[in-house]
């Protein structure tokens, strides 16, 4: 029996590349099932998503990407899906990297599988801002948890049915979190429930339409900041 | 002979609880609202009417100046209520990205059921079948 795939695909009005990555991601996987989430976009990302074949999820306004995922794992819990994969509606994500997040995952080495940018040097075409930012929130991540994670802010991840079970009842009963932070948030607490984690290397592309909605300019300034608060938290209210 | 502050006092107090009344009564407001409005309309009303009550806050702040006690008192308050607001806001903002999460994820759920019925439990129970 050959397990039950979901490529979940976040998207705010991508109406310039939603399209294209349905078709590849169904050309590539016609086996597994591709889902758009359509976080109230005001453009023609729900049209275009249809239009290329995908079953699509609209959010009533704009919750954010944080929201967006999480509304992926209520789709996977409500149909039963093993495993859920998720890809970026911006284009940036190859969908050829899905295999790599989802094999440890299918191999039991996993409950998690993180698409790290940092695995290899070649990848990185990040500003220095960016890649400061990333550096310096994996390395602190990674130093508090006693864990190696190269690219925590990594959007491209992997989760197995088991992993998607213990952190959705926690997203339910905790307060909305950030989209900046999210990533953060949700690392700190799979290491914290003993959830495996594993990266694997993923090659991003750049971005070619619109702009990063997660990372703005004055998010990024702030981040560092944000990031401490977040890491405060958790410390203060972990059991 | 009343004061002029009095007079203002009174008619602010006055029309902060009868406001509150009538929103009461139309079911615009409820219980812990009403009570909370309708004490600072008592409290405005009694420190107007009774003046002997700022020299009570100047003493309490340890101030000369009968305004720096009130306005002390004023900020004091607004922070407990923007503290208040952003507490009840934040709170609010969970449950409604919940909401809509939970609305959104029900709704595809009930239309691939109907579109696709193999879709859902069907197919898990055809797996177990199996």
């Given at each position: 029996?050959?397990?039950?795939?979901?490529?979940?695909?976040?998207?705010?009005?991508?109406?310039?590349?939603?399209?294209?990555?349905?078709?590849?991601?169904?050309?590539?996987?016609?086996?597994?099932?591709?889902v758009v989430i359509d976080?109230?976009?005001?453009?023609?990302?729900?049209?275009?998503?249809?239009?290329?074949?995908?079953?699509?999820?609209?959010?009533?306004?704009?919750?954010?990407?944080?929201?967006?995922?999480?509304?992926?794992?209520?789709?996977?819990?409500?149909?039963?899906?093993?495993?859920?994969?998720?890809?970026?509606?911006?284009?940036q994500h190859k969908p050829e990297d899905v295999p790599r997040l989802l094999d440890p995952l299918f191999r039991n080495e996993a409950d998690i599988t993180v698409g790290s940018r940092y695995l290899?040097?070649?990848?990185?075409?990040?500003?220095?801002?960016?890649?400061?930012?990333?550096?310096?929130?994996?390395?602190?991540?990674?130093?508090?948890?006693?864990?190696e994670i190269?690219?925590?802010?990594?959007?491209?991840?992997?989760?197995?049915?088991?992993?998607?079970?213990?952190?959705?009842?926690?997203?339910?009963e905790r307060k909305f979190i950030e989209d900046s932070v999210f990533w953060v948030i949700e690392t700190l607490l799979a290491s914290?429930?003993?959830?495996?984690?594993?990266?694997?290397?993923?090659?991003?592309?750049?971005?070619?339409?619109?702009?990063?909605?997660?990372?703005?300019?004055?998010?990024?300034?702030?981040?560092?900041?944000?990031?401490?608060t977040v890491l405060l938290e958790e410390a203060i209210t972990r059991k | 002979m009343l004061e002029r502050y009095t007079l203002v006092g009174l008619a602010f107090s006055l029309t902060i609880i009868l406001l509150d009344f009538y929103l009461l009564r139309k079911r615009k407001i409820q219980g812990r609202g009403f009570v909370f409005w309708f004490i600072v309309g008592a409290v405005v009303g009694l420190f107007s009417t009774v003046p002997y009550l700022f020299a009570l806050l100047t003493l309490f702040y340890g101030t000369q100046e009968l305004v720096t006690a009130i306005?002390?008192?004023?900020?004091?308050?607004?922070?407990?209520?923007?503290?208040?607001?952003?507490?009840?806001?934040?709170?609010?903002?969970?449950?409604?990205?919940?909401?809509?999460?939970e609305i959104s994820a029900a709704k595809y759920s009930r239309k691939q059921s109907v579109t696709n019925p193999k879709s859902e439990n069907t197919k898990e129970q055809e797996d177990k079948d199996e």
């Open positions: 029996m050959s397990p039950k795939v979901l490529i979940m695909i976040p998207a705010y009005n991508e109406e310039a590349t939603v399209g294209e990555v349905v078709k590849s991601t169904m050309a590539l996987f016609p086996e597994f099932d591709v976080d109230g976009s005001d453009d023609k990302t729900v049209e275009n998503a249809k239009e290329a074949g995908a079953n699509v999820v609209s959010l009533p306004f704009h919750c954010g990407g944080s929201v967006a995922i999480q509304t992926g794992y209520c789709i996977a819990t409500n149909f039963g899906y093993d495993y859920v994969v998720k890809v970026d509606g911006d284009g290899t040097v070649e990848n990185n075409d990040d500003s220095a801002v960016k890649t400061g930012g990333r550096f310096f929130s994996s390395t602190l991540v990674s130093m508090l948890r006693k864990m190269t690219d925590i802010t990594s959007g491209m991840r992997a989760w197995s049915r088991k992993a998607i079970g213990v952190l959705l009842p926690i997203y339910m914290k429930l003993g959830l495996r984690m594993k990266e694997v290397s993923i090659t991003v592309l750049p971005r070619r339409h619109g702009k990063s909605k997660s990372f703005s300019k004055p998010k990024m300034l702030m981040y560092p900041l944000r990031l401490i | 306005t002390v008192t004023g900020f004091l308050f607004f922070l407990l209520m923007f503290f208040y607001l952003h507490y009840r806001l934040s709170e609010l903002q969970t449950q409604l990205m919940k909401l809509a999460m």
